[in-house]
């Protein structure tokens, strides 16, 4: 048998679902973007129009809206506190833009209302990347060296990796659920044009259910090899 060392062995079995569920999800977020990016909303109103316009409704009126490069690489700066829509959202008319911008107006709004999970994962990023890191070198150095306290290691640091994706859980999906109640108070889409939007986010949320569950099983996975080299 080959050796647990070099990743080819039978546990790999446990992370196929989760690779599956991602590519998935990923397929899918971006066919439902590209089908509502097709569908222009009827109040003819641009993506950073109606992003500016919900964050003004939380006294966020001056906060910069900025136009990256880009497909899907909107997102919320909370150390910059600055709002960054890409090439397919900034300017665009669409159903699906305008979800995503009002989405990421979400998450500038639960900044400022200091909403507890997004300040939990903010102030866990620097240490959640450092572990991440270094996890994974740890953990199988420790096998080739048959150092069961460098395994032990590099468990608990990936274990960080779990902790940011289940924090991350909530704070997309509550950022996401701000949005489309806007949308509908402000009338900025019709219960038609807001079914489409729903679509785009519910499809956006599945790929960080499949980030989570990605880790979970990688988890379960170092566990299982770490215990198998102790016997």
Do not use: C
């Amino acid at each position: 048998m080959l050796g647990y060392g070099y990743g080819l062995d039978p546990t790999i079995i446990i992370v196929i679902p989760a690779l599956l569920l991602s590519m998935w999800a990923q397929a899918s977020v971006k066919s439902t973007f590209a089908k509502y990016s097709g569908v222009m909303a009827r109040g003819n109103v641009t993506a950073d129009s109606v992003a500016r316009n919900l964050l003004t409704l939380y006294g966020l009126g001056n906060m910069p809206i900025n136009h990256v490069s880009g497909s899907l690489t909107d997102h919320y700066d909370p150390t910059k506190k600055t709002l960054n829509l890409s090439d397919d959202v900034y300017g665009s008319r669409s159903i699906a833009s305008i979800g995503v911008a009002a989405h990421e107006a979400g998450h500038a709004i639960q900044h400022v209302e200091m909403y507890s999970p997004l300040i939990l994962r903010n102030s866990i990023v620097p240490v959640v990347n450092i572990a991440t890191t270094a996890s994974t070198p740890l953990f199988f150095l420790g096998l080739l060296m048959a150092n069961s306290t460098l395994v032990t290691v590099g468990i608990m640091l990936f274990s960080a990796a779990l902790v940011f994706h289940l924090v991350t859980l909530p704070v997309e999906i509550n950022a996401s659920s701000r949005a489309l109640n806007l949308l509908e108070q402000t009338h900025t889409l019709s219960p038609d044009e807001l079914k489409g939007a729903k679509k785009v986010l519910t499809a956006a949320a599945w790929t960080y259910i499949a980030a989570a569950l990605t880790s979970a099983l990688t988890l379960l996975r170092m566990i299982l090899i770490a215990r198998s080299r102790r016997r």
